[in-house]
């Protein structure tokens, strides 16, 4: 059973990946087509700056990758316990998840902030393009930590009442679906940083 939901899991990264792929081929692609500056009157191909605050961003990777152990750490206990003899007493709570959904605000918040702060730079999604592949790139993923974050409360306020193997599958598939996040955003980081 557990295959099958990792499979449909994978299935479901695979095209998210393929989603972030078209908006970074895109992003490229923008760079090389020159832009119209009114100011000049005149077609350039001088790519615009944007002051990324690389410490925050530094930051957050730390949070989600914090995110991911503690997600690893709850998927060991629970396989532990789903292995347990029948009649014994598992533990029913992963205060882990918990840990996961507060490191998952966390990220969220710091995200936030990180736009706040360029928005106070004058850098908007209007600004230019590679202020606007920014904020798509990063409310994108944003999007998909937010769905995760919902799969983590789910499991968060139901954990207590299943079994022990239906709790491990679900923390099974929460820490590998936030494992793959991690990477993307780290990989999303390396871009926007060096891209």
Known sequence: MLRRYRLALALWICGVVMVF?????????????????S???????????????????????????????SLELARRSSRAAAGLPAGSKPRTIYWETYAAIALTLAFLSRQTMCWRLLQAQGQT???????????????AHAAQIIAGLVALGWIGARQS?????RRYIAIDLATWYFAAMTVLWICLLLFLMFG
């Open 21 to 37: 792929a078209a908006f970074i081929s895109a992003s490229i692609v923008r760079r090389g087509i020159p832009a119209y500056e």
């Open 125 to 139: 999604i209007s600004t230019g393009a590679r202020s606007a592949f920014f904020y798509l790139l990063t409310g």
């Open 161 to 165: 009442r299943w079994t022990a193997a």
């Open 39 to 69: 100011s000049t009157q005149a077609y350039s191909t001088q790519s615009e700056s944007l002051p990324l605050p690389i410490p925050l961003l530094i930051l957050d990777s730390g949070v989600l990758v914090a995110n991911s152990l």
